[in-house]
């Protein structure tokens, strides 16, 4: 008998069979909304109220997207960047507003018939993109609906057992989130597409994923269990024997395809980028060889600082899970921008430039040192390095180091134990770019931060999609740079990382390649793909054929891409 089968989009590479949970329709609950309009209506309450909720749904959001900046990176922030964008966009919460006045109904009643004409113009349009906003739409809506006086949110039941295929009519960013991933097998999602956020948080978590079910979904939930892959878009029924036969396989059959290192290609070590201790399950998921990032801003986000113990214990967690890999810990890396309630941080007219990271630090020396105090403490749980971001200037990188040193005889006298301790700094400004050379000489290494290199280098907001098209991770100035510090590094014998985004851009492997990058640290669910990568490159190949020379005589990015899609297999 022919097994059941789903097609779907593949948009998340990866195997994955499982028991299926289903997430109930409709979640999260949204508020109880009063059919008619009471026949007294004050005007300017209701707008007040409609207001009121905006104001602090666009607070909820600014707090989580910078807490999953700093934990999970740029991509994944700018998806409630986005949701942000649509609670001051007057097409959207403008017209809300206009509603109440023009037809005097409840806000509650005016947020869901804007959303409703927004959702229904979406639906009707032939870009996938644009289809795929209808889910960001209802996720705002329906935080606004809560504010307007929801009895509560419903709680969601995730089993507290086993590991599962979630299967849901749609997935909301916030909710993919606060799943359980080290739990989660998989993700089957009626709607979206490959750019959907869905898909964008399943790729960043390594977690296989379909989407846009068109046909047979009323049958598809009604099976206990399945099997589907990522990349080809298939979901498979497994019947109860079917799945008895896979237990045993799917945790090879998974590793094998996905994440088995299988000798890392030619001494390039491939780490995590990670922003907390609960991403500890997904180093070990993708066998990660340490942690090339660890963003510690998560612990500054809240109402409180953390104090030094508490820092001690987030760092040492992973540096034992890590062992005998080094764990990476980048200091304080912070600014204006962000919402941090227990930094107090001023408002500024460009915060890019202005008083943030390591700046930031030597204002507020008491967080530094403290800080510094906890990763020297941290460090007797094993292999490793602090991290200065930010460094634009040779007695900027003086200074720290004094600082650090400092810390360290504070620790000694305190009686704590210590282990040994690289030390290094994040290129990411091209002032460090053309002083390569001479700060080679007085660190371990080099970490490339390219996300913000390439803000600073090439004048383009990464956040402003306005300017979007001039960020250009293939510019030739961009690649130039990164080449000018790979060769300042290994002039200085110092070993040279790549933490930025570029660091898993598989289109880029041949390059990294042929410039011996050292490490590339990346989303941990990027490293089977970056890992293929770069196992199908001939290095030998590369440097024969002057592939590196080649692209830094490029004089545009579509020039770079050309050569580098010759060598993609």
């Given at each position: 008998m022919d097994k059941k089968r789903?097609?779907?989009?593949?948009?998340?590479?990866?195997?994955?069979?499982?028991?299926?949970?289903?997430?109930?329709?409709?979640?999260?609950?949204?508020?109880?909304?009063?059919?008619?309009?009471?026949?007294?209506?004050?005007?300017?309450?209701?707008?007040?109220?409609?207001?009121?909720?905006?104001?602090?749904?666009?607070?909820d959001l600014a707090q989580f997207e910078e807490q999953v900046r700093s934990e999970k990176g740029e991509e994944v922030a700018q998806i409630f960047a986005a949701h942000r964008l649509l609670l001051g966009d007057p097409a959207f919460t403008g017209e809300m507003l206009?509603?109440?006045?023009?037809?005097?109904?409840?806000?509650?009643?005016a947020v869901r018939q804007v959303t409703h004409e927004a959702v229904t113009m979406l639906s009707a349009l032939e870009d996938p993109y644009f289809r795929e906003r209808v889910v960001d739409i209802q996720d705002v809506s329906r935080q606004l609906l809560q504010h307007l006086g929801a009895k509560g949110k419903e709680e969601l039941r995730f089993p507290s057992a086993g590991h599962w295929v979630v299967v849901a009519e749609e997935l909301t960013p916030a909710l993919t989130i606060s799943l359980p991933k080290d739990r989660v097998i998989a993700f089957i999602v009626r709607t979206g597409g490959k750019t959907s956020h869905a898909a964008i948080l399943a790729r960043t978590y390594?977690?296989?994923?379909?989407?846009?079910?068109?046909?047979?979904?009323?049958?598809?939930?009604?099976?206990?269990?399945?099997?589907?892959?990522?990349?080809?878009g298939w979901i498979?029924?497994?019947?109860?024997?079917?799945?008895?036969?896979?237990?045993?396989?799917?945790?090879?059959?998974?590793?094998?395809?996905?994440?088995?290192?299988?000798?890392?290609?030619?001494?390039?070590?491939?780490?995590?980028?990670?922003?907390?201790?609960s991403d500890i399950s997904l180093i070990h998921r993708f066998k990660a060889q340490g942690v090339g990032l660890y963003r510690t801003e998560f612990l500054f986000?809240?109402?409180?600082?953390?104090t030094e113990e508490e820092q001690v214990e987030a760092y040492a967690e992973v540096i034992a899970a890590c062992f005998p890999s080094l764990t990476v810990i980048r200091t304080l890396d912070i600014g204006g921008d962000k919402r941090a309630p227990a930094l107090a941080l001023p408002d500024e007219k460009n915060p890019f430039l202005g008083v943030r990271a390591l700046r930031l630090c030597f204002k507020r020396p008491e967080l530094f040192e403290t800080q510094l105090r906890a990763i020297w403490r941290a460090s007797a749980a094993g292999p490793t390095a602090v991290m200065f971001p930010m460094i634009?200037?040779?007695?900027?990188?003086?200074?720290?180091?004094?600082?650090?040193?400092?810390?360290?005889?504070?620790?000694?006298?305190?009686?704590?134990?210590?282990?040994?301790?690289?030390?290094?700094?994040?290129?990411e400004v091209p002032a460090a770019v053309w002083l390569a050379g001479k700060l080679a000489r007085m660190v371990d290494f080099f970490s490339i931060g390219t996300n913000d290199l390439i803000q600073y280098a090439l004048a383009v907001d990464r956040e402003n999609s306005e300017v979007a098209d001039l960020y250009q991770v293939y510019h030739p100035a961009v690649l130039g740079m990164i080449a000018q510090v790979v060769w300042a590094a290994k002039q200085a014998d110092i070993w040279i990382g790549i933490c930025g985004e570029a660091g898993g851009d598989d289109r880029l492997a041949p390059f990294f390649m042929g410039l011996g990058i050292d490490e590339l640290s990346m989303a941990p669910g990027v490293l089977p793909k970056m890992r293929k990568a770069l196992a199908g490159v001939d290095k030998n190949q590369v440097i024969r054929e002057g592939v590196v020379d080649r692209i830094l005589d490029c004089a545009t990015a579509a020039e770079v891409v050309k050569i580098l899609e010759a060598y993609r297999k």
């Open positions: 789903w097609q779907g989009i593949g948009a998340s590479s990866g195997y994955g069979a499982g028991e299926t949970w289903i997430l109930p329709a409709g979640f999260p609950v949204s508020a109880e909304t009063p059919e008619s309009t009471p026949g007294s209506l004050d005007i300017e309450s209701q707008l007040a109220r409609l207001a009121k909720a905006i104001e602090i749904t666009d607070y206009l509603a109440i006045q023009n037809k005097r109904c409840l806000a509650e009643q390594g977690i296989p994923a379909v989407v846009g079910i068109n046909s047979g979904w009323e049958e598809l939930i009604e099976q206990p269990s399945v099997e589907l892959d990522g990349d080809q498979s029924a497994l019947s109860k024997a079917d799945w008895e036969a896979l237990k045993s396989k799917q945790t090879a059959r998974h590793s094998t395809e996905q994440v088995s290192p299988g000798g890392i290609p030619l001494g390039i070590t491939l780490a995590a980028n990670i922003g907390s201790p986000m809240a109402d409180t600082l953390p634009s200037s040779l007695e900027e990188l003086v200074k720290a180091k004094e600082y650090l040193e400092e810390a360290r005889k504070a620790v000694i006298r305190q009686g704590h134990a210590i282990g040994s301790l690289q030390v290094g700094m994040m290129i």
